[in-house]
């Protein structure tokens, strides 16, 4: 963002980033190696191939011309698809990768987490590991001293401290070199998806730590594709999409133009072949609609407004005990809420092998934003099929409650009718929201029986 940049000298500064790979056409059959005569035969025929088509083998380009700049302090997120250039972009800045062009300027030591056991030593102990980790930032023996006990107390590793890193499992990996990034106090911390390795509880406390480390006025770039804990860290997200920056600006406004971009808005989505299908799933799902009370397909629907799911499926047989699911996601991957034939309607014992589940949320309760819908479907209660995030929709602004007045997305997802009385003294006894309430449960009550 140049606005925050241009105030301060720059901690990272890139551009026109650009790097190249080349994909050799020549298959290996699945071996890691090759012999003599596989190489000088590959060699011949590249050139061949050069001299008969007049290009090399095909490249295939990570990053393309992506420029930005980065103030020191700045709590920056980068987001994106897979194959995106994330991890590439993230190698280039810890100087592990060379670009193929471009400029990058780097102000300051660089802590860089980006896989499992980067920079450790698999012969070395834990406790010579972050010796040898501060030496490679530059750091003093008796600077390192100075963080060796809150470094061991963060991974919890104390009992393995003396054990070879080759022996670690993934989880203490990560702990202890996560530990050492971002306690030997690089001037900017780069910490990729690997977090993903370790536990919630352990994630939990990361996030806090890299907080921390953004307080105390040090630059942190986070590569995660969990939206929730970029929007809670970072003040600013970069987007990536197939090696170029398509977004830079605010979190919100980033994480919600990316997640559109990997869940098209609804109206009517193809199931059959969704990449979102969760793995070992029987495709049943073929086709979400997303429609208003009238039938029409739509993408937006005011707040209190019915909102309407058909969900349609196929099967080779007719399904025993269906049960038929949509869930409603904020965009950063909150739950807002689940509806379920189980739960919402009569049990079914037998569906059709082909039909159309429809659901009706006769008025739909969000306040205004982005939402992201799945959908599954279960046979005697085991997943016969569910496909994540595969529809997007936006609620607009309404009156909802009849004041004029309608909470924001800060205040929760939800829009929940109340009845306030505002009584003297202490409020004890009944008042006339309790009195009306229990009225209403009597006739309810009443026309049940």
């Known amino acids: 963002m140049p606005t925050l940049s241009s105030r301060l000298e720059a901690a990272i500064r890139v551009e026109n980033l650009a790097k190249r790979y080349r994909v050799s056409q020549a298959g290996r059959g699945g071996r890691g190696y090759r012999t003599l005569r596989e190489t000088l035969a590959g060699a011949a025929t590249s050139l061949a191939r050069r001299w008969r088509h007049g290009h090399p083998d095909e490249q295939f380009w990570a990053l393309r011309d992506v420029g930005f700049e980065i103030a020191p302090g700045e709590v920056v997120g980068i987001i994106g698809g897979n194959g995106a250039g994330k991890s590439t972009l993230l190698k280039i800045l810890s100087r592990i990768t060379r670009p193929t062009r471009g400029r990058v300027e780097i102000r300051g030591r660089v802590g860089s987490l980006l896989e499992v056991g980067t920079g450790f030593h698999p012969e070395l102990t834990g406790r010579e590991n972050i010796f040898l980790n501060g030496a490679i930032l530059g750091m003093t023996r008796r600077e390192i001293l100075r963080s060796f006990e809150a470094i061991v107390d963060f991974a919890g590793v104390e009992q393995f401290l003396d054990t070879p890193v080759k022996r670690y ?225 936006s609620v607009e602004p309404s009156d909802y409650f009849g004041t004029g007045q309608l909470p924001k997305p800060m205040h929760g997802a939800t829009l929940v009718e109340a009845r306030w009385d505002v009584l003297s003294g202490n409020g004890d006894g009944p008042h006339p929201g309790c009195l009306a309430a229990q009225d209403a449960l009597s006739r309810q009550a009443d026309l049940v029986s």
Request: charged share 20%.
């Open 169 to 393: 499992s993934s989880g203490m990996h990560v702990r202890l070199a996560f530990a050492v990034a971002a306690h030997l106090e690089p001037e900017i911390l780069i910490v990729d998806e690997v977090l993903a390795v370790g536990d919630a509880q352990f994630q939990k406390k990361c996030l806090g730590k890299m907080g921390q480390v953004a307080e105390g006025g040090r630059t942190v770039l986070f590569v995660s594709h969990n939206m929730a804990a970029v929007q809670n860290l970072c003040r600013r997200v970069v987007h990536l999409d197939k090696g170029r920056v398509i977004h830079d600006g605010d979190t919100e406004s980033c994480i919600a133009a990316y997640l559109r971009s990997m869940a098209p808005p609804g109206s009517k989505v193809d199931l059959r072949q969704s990449p979102q299908r969760k793995s070992g799933s029987r495709p049943t799902l073929t086709e979400l609609e997303i429609c208003d009370i009238s039938g029409e397909l739509t993408t937006c629907i005011k707040a209190g407004d019915a909102l309407v799911f058909k969900l349609h499926y196929e099967s080779p047989h007719p399904l025993t005990g269906p049960a038929f699911r949509v869930i409603v996601s904020t965009i950063t991957g909150t739950r807002v809420f689940t509806v379920n034939t189980r739960w919402n309607a009569a049990s079914l014992e037998e569906a059709p092998a082909h039909g159309c589940a429809v659901c009706t949320i006769p008025g739909l309760p969000l306040v205004p934003g982005e939402y992201v819908a799945s959908v599954g479907c279960n046979e005697n209660g085991q997943t016969l099929d569910f496909v994540d995030g595969v529809a997007g929709f």
